[in-house]
């Protein structure tokens, strides 16, 4: 086996010192040892020598995230000193750039450069979060055509069975007769019996006294807007919707593998947000789950349906922790942006410790406010509730409010309104589906719950 090539950290002075005899080579290359940028150096023979790579201030994950696509496929080793914590990013960061979505393609993809990881890197951590990853970033990628309720729930019982978790999944009209009427009221535009019938996947793992972590994830299989139905640039992206259901299976995914001491709950409303002659209408009211009535202004409002019912399920077994995510609000997108989760927290001291994961994982959130006086915004005339808010501001604040009445004062409980999609790339975050918040998560748990 032909020995790896080397990959070299150096900065402007190390290329300026250490390689003059490479000078015109390098000046042509353009490369100065600047961040974000490498060379490849040849040999004598004219084959690849080794690689330098622009060192950056710090090592992050997303260090090597291009290089992992970038470079010639050809087989490579780290050759500085690293600390395992940054062997271990960089290692993650590798792998996570090396993604690609090839459901539907039939030519074969270009071979991939493989990278010898260092001994000292936290190999279970990385294939824990890779592989954690790269399924969320693949049920978000996959259009409705495949990725409805039916293969959502079957794919939550394919990770539920891999770790011999238990999983029940309930559908179409069992939904009501188990009342959980507003998943079956959003879902009911599909019909009985097919594939895009509602379902809700519960999935249970570990040991009954275990601390009691319970994860919610919105598994909107496609937002059309239902009856208040989106324009052509709004649905476009909407195979996303399921995004908070692909996260908290991912993070199931993690926590199971590598086998953190808590009782874990899963619960992920699948549905599709339909138009058809059964479809919920706007101004309709629906019962909850809670027993309290909740009035329609708006079709498109539907993520906040499903998971209400969903919570108040989860908060009645009054879990240790209780997190959600979904793609709920665009107002979210508007207030922080596609590449950063919106954090709602109602413990300051969890919300600052997650952050604080987040900046330790470069996996950023910022916190946005459960801010009380908002809350009339969602009063109803008819009913108890009103599922939009009758300001034109602050969606996702009223949004989050709006589900924190159906977690009946349960606390500490995390809600992560996300965007769950790259609208470009990134090195080590190509363009489409993707976590965010994932491993911020995952490490809060692990700070808090130990393992
Ligand atoms: N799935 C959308 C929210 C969304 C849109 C997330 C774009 C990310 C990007 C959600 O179901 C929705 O349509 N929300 C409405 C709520 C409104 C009708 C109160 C929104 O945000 O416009
Ligand atoms: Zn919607
Ligand atoms: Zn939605």
Redesign the pocket.
Known sequence: MPPSIPLYFVTPKQVNNDYANYAVWLEMSGFTGQPDSYCLLPSADAELACVLVGKPSTFNTWTLGDLAQSLPAQKYALADDLSADEATKLCLGWTLGQYRFTRYKRTDANALPELDFPDNVDQHYITAAAESTYLVRDLINTPALDMHPEALAAEAQKVAERFNAKCSITASEALADANYPMIYGVGRANGHDNAQAPRLVDIRWGKPNAPKVTLVGKG?CF?T?GLNMKSSAGMKL?KK?MGGAAQVLGLAQMIMQLNLPVHLRVLIPAVENSISASATRPSDVLMSRQGTTVEIG?T????RLVLADALTEASSEQPDLLIDCA?????A?VAVGAELAALFCNDDEIAEALIACGERQDDPLWRLPLHEPYRNMLDSRVADIHN?SNAPYG?AITAALFLREFTAGQSPWIHIDF?AFNMRSRPGRPEGGDAMGMRALFALIKERFGG
Not at 327 to 331: I, K, M, Q, V
Request: glycine letters at 22%; zero cysteines; hydrophobic letters at 35%.
């Open positions: 909107v937002d807007g909407m919707d708006n498109d409002a539907e993520g793609t709920l609000t665009g107002a997108r939009i969606g965007m």
